[in-house]
């Protein structure tokens, strides 16, 4: 019973579709036939699913609430990637968070988000009550492609969309692109909400080993051959989880390969104001023509203020800002967007971001330091940024200790989240950010020696 409505709440089983015959499954489960038939029975008796004389059992046309935490295998909850997301979000304030993908609120511009709020509060009163544009606010999309243009990547302001944030930018791109039952390509290790949000499509995920220079182009390759994927979802700035970045030889033989194998690629750049100066980037080698640049403002100024944007070809641009018209009834709020255009052009914001990139040095030396006397090995050293991707010794169990972790009121992000191929037993991504206190070493320390 709990097979297929697990198949039915995943939208695997729709209306009118047969279900497997009781032989078949039962031989597929290693139950008996009397078992299938009696799940069968009671499942037509509760009206999920009824039978056919002579046919079968089919799939009965009540509505059936989506899980999308049914579409993917049944994971332990320390590596579930929703799981996980949920636990970092909801966790009270005064938990330790080395685990998360944001940094502490004192690292981040507040007062100059305070200034920018009594700004928007003195100005027009329809900032405050009127819908937004389509596109979204149209100075803020100018700083945007400016921002761009510094990172080689030309781009006209009208061929960017602002999106509610860098998820729905890629929840949009995905409803344009993709259909259920699609497949896409992730990197093994990727950011664990991309697969959440791929599986609530009802996407198929395939990976790639992601490697000190990328991802690895021999199985890249293989993988495009057999698999035929529709899009790549990749980060190439500070890759996420591994701090990697990515080398130009790499950079072109992906975008020669996603033109032979007719690949569309979707580009998260989310971390790229952290590098020191410019990494190769697809969306600039590639002219924005199969590539799609996505990104954000929640790591640099505030997850509170939720905006994201989308920079591609002017025909894609057009399509999802009607898609956002017809989910969201526009763009961005405009009190966020407003708000998040003025921190960003007062004056303050180079400032505030060459010293946080000082200041994030720092906190990834002393927590390298501190986490290879350990014996807890950087996969890379990155070049900026705030997450450290390390193995543990003797290949530890990172979910057990993240279990044991929680319970001691600190989050952990065990590898596997991060791994569509559940091959990152013993890695822990690290936040730097959120590592300030010296007895989160020590913790790790005697975690280590209850797991030996």
Same mark, same amino acid.
């Given at each position: ?111 100059? &988000?305070?200034?920018?709020? !009594?700004?928007?509060?003195?100005? @027009? *009163?329809? #900032? $405050?009550? =009127?819908?937004? %544009? ?35 930018? &890629?929840?949009?791109?995905? !409803?344009?692109?993709?259909?259920? @039952? *699609?497949? #896409? $390509?992730? =990197?093994?290790? %990727? ?262």
């Amino acid at each position: 019973m709990e097979h297929i409505t697990r198949l039915i709440r995943s939208r695997a089983l729709g209306a009118g579709d047969k279900l497997p015959s009781v032989r078949g499954l039962a031989t597929r489960l290693g139950v008996s036939p009397s078992t299938v038939v009696e799940a069968y029975d009671v499942l037509a008796a509760e009206g999920v699913i009824f039978a056919r004389r002579g046919s079968g059992f089919f799939v009965s046309d009540r509505v059936q609430p989506f899980e999308v935490s049914q579409t993917g295998p049944l994971l332990e909850r320390e590596i579930d990637p929703l799981w996980v997301a949920r636990q970092s979000i909801d966790a009270s304030q005064d938990m330790a968070k080395p685990g998360c993908g944001w940094m502490p609120a004192d690292w981040m511009p507040v007062e100059s &988000l305070r200034r920018a709020m !009594r700004r928007v509060a003195r100005g @027009g *009163d329809n #900032v $405050l009550t =009127d819908y937004s %544009c389509a596109q979204g606010h149209s100075g803020l999309r100018q700083h945007v492609a400016r921002m761009l243009c510094d990172q080689n990547i030309e781009v006209d302001p009208n061929t960017v969309l602002l999106t509610n944030s860098g998820s729905q930018a &890629l929840d949009l791109i995905c !409803r344009l692109l993709l259909k259920p @039952g *699609d497949t #896409v $390509l992730v =990197d093994d290790p %990727c950011y664990f909400n991309f697969q959440a949000l791929l599986r609530a499509h009802q996407i198929t995920i395939v990976s790639v080993p992601y490697t000190p220079n990328g991802p690895d182009l021999a199985q890249f390759e293989n993988v495009l051959r057999k698999e035929r994927p529709r899009l790549y979802l990749t980060n190439s700035a500070l890759h996420n989880p591994t701090g990697v970045t990515l080398t130009a030889a790499t950079a072109h033989r992906v975008l020669t390969l996603a033109e032979a194998y007719e690949l569309q690629i979707v580009e998260d750049a989310i971390f790229s104001e952290f590098e020191p100066d410019l990494s190769p980037r697809l969306a600039s080698l590639d002219g924005l023509n199969r590539v799609l640049t996505i990104g954000s403002f929640s790591k640099t100024l505030s997850a509170s203020l939720r905006c994201g944007f989308i920079a591609a070809r002017p025909d894609w641009i057009v399509s999802l800002t009607e898609l956002q018209v017809a989910i969201s009834f526009g763009g961005p709020s405009p009190m966020v967007t407003e708000l998040l255009h003025s921190a960003l052009t007062d004056g303050s914001y180079r400032k505030h971001m060459e010293a946080l990139r000082a200041k994030l040095d720092r906190a990834r030396t002393r927590a390298t330091d501190e986490l290879e006397a350990l014996g807890i090995r950087p996969f890379v050293k990155p070049r900026g940024g705030f997450y450290l991707w390390c193995e543990l010794p003797d290949g530890q169990d990172a979910a057990a200790i993240a279990r044991k972790a929680l319970k001691k009121g600190v989050v952990l992000a065990p590898g596997n989240v991060f791994s569509p191929t559940q091959s990152k037993n013993s890695f822990l991504r690290f936040n730097v950010s959120q590592m300030t206190r010296k007895t989160h070493a020590e913790l790790l320390r005697d975690l280590m020696s209850e797991a030996q």
